[in-house]
């Protein structure tokens, strides 16, 4: 059977990187979009041994014609928006950024997809953010939304458009609402991998205190690796549709920290430090997500717990800094 080929936004980013590396292992032929920074972003690519197999597209997704031009370079048939202003934090600091890139952004890719391959199958990566204040206790696809940051705000919009285009122009167009997903692959500025990074610090000596903002929080976290999978099932069905992909099960980052320091044989009480400095202006207390319809629909289960993926990410961050 003669490859396909995929594009993938934001292929630098955790997701795009272990979707990079599913795809290849597929057989696919896998083109990313690439936006130009002055510091190194291919390390992820380079940690799942697969930047050599992949064909990285110049271009920037706030710009339109960039968009389109990855479409006609890729001639891809399965279309991966990945890219976004990802950390919640940032948004209330570049929340017009955070709208262009992440929210509108969408929309320049799905236009790309309408105006050069309408056949083209499109995945959105919408967000449990969009749940924000909660308004059931478990969240599924037919939660109403009530977003809490600038962040939840623009993916929103991003996913609105998607279901719009869907209807719209019959476009094979479906939303993962994906709750949280980490890895050894995560940005350091979110909670587990600033965490897993600091308890390799103070385990090796370089460090002694971890300053956090609101530990009360409550967040459903699973693997990446697990979460990509459930991306490409998606865009294999023979209709388009959205579908929450969770564990089913919310722990606080209290009892994550207490996690990822206990595997090292400490207490996360003697170097937890409560910092105000990251509280946010609107917090989102609790998500729990129900995955019941990926399950029903795609045969889509998360395989790791969190335990399993927390010491996993301390293990890496503890051969990472003793390499330092
Ligand atoms: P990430 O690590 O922050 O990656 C974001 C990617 O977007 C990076 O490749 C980044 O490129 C790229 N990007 C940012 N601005 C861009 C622009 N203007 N033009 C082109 N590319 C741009 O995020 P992630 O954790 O992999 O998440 C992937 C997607 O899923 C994001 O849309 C995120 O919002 C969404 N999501 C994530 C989670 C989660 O828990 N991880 C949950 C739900 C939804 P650089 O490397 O150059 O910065
Ligand atoms: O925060 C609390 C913080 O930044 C988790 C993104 O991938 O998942 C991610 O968004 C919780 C929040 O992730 C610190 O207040 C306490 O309640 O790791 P996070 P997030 O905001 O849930 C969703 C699904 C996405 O879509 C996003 O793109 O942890 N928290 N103390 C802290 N958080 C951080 N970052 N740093 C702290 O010191």
Not at 174 to 188: A, T
Not at 190 to 206: E, M, P, Q, S, Y
Not at 254 to 261: E, G, L, S, T
């Amino acid at each position: 059977m003669a490859s396909k080929n995929a594009l993938i936004t934001g292929i630098t980013g955790q997701d795009g990187a272990y979707l990079a590396r599913l795809l290849v292992d597929k057989g696919y032929q896998v083109f990313g979009l690439h936006a130009r920074r002055s510091t190194d972003t291919l390390w992820r690519l380079r940690y799942l041994d697969v930047l050599d197999q992949v064909q990285l597209i110049d271009g920037d997704l706030c710009d339109q014609g960039s968009a389109i031009r990855a479409m006609q370079k890729s001639q891809a048939v399965e279309v991966y928006n990945l890219a976004a202003q990802s950390f919640v934090g940032t948004s209330w600091e570049q929340p017009a950024l955070t709208g262009q890139v992440t929210g509108l952004g969408a929309t320049h890719m799905l236009e790309a997809v309408r105006i050069v391959n309408p056949q083209a199958r499109f995945y959105q990566a919408s967000t449990s953010e969009m749940f924000g204040l909660i308004q059931e206790t478990v969240q599924s696809e037919t939660t109403p939304f009530y977003p809490r940051s600038p962040y939840g705000a623009a993916k929103l919009y991003a996913h609105w458009m998607t279901v719009n285009y869907r209807e719209s122009f019959n476009l094979h167009a479906s939303s993962g609402i994906l709750f949280n997903h980490e890895s050894p692959l995560r940005g350091i500025e979110f909670v587990t991998r600033k965490v897993t990074d600091a308890v390799a610090r103070i385990k090796l000596g370089k460090a002694k205190e971890l300053r956090l903002g609101n530990i009360d929080a409550k967040r459903d976290w699973g693997f990446a690796g697990d979460y990509v999978e459930a991306m490409w099932l998606m865009l294999q069905q023979d209709t388009p549709d959205d579908y929450v992909v969770a564990t089913g099960t919310t722990t606080t980052v209290r009892d994550m920290c207490r996690i990822a320091f206990a595997h090292v044989g400490l207490n996360h009480e003697d170097h937890v430090v409560i910092d105000p400095r990251f509280y946010r202006p609107a917090e989102v207390d609790v998500l729990l997500g129900n995955p019941g319809k990926a399950e029903a629909k795609l045969g889509w289960k998360a395989k790791t717990d969190l335990e399993t993926l927390i010491t996993m990410m301390v293990d890496a961050d503890l051969a990472r800094v003793a390499k330092e």
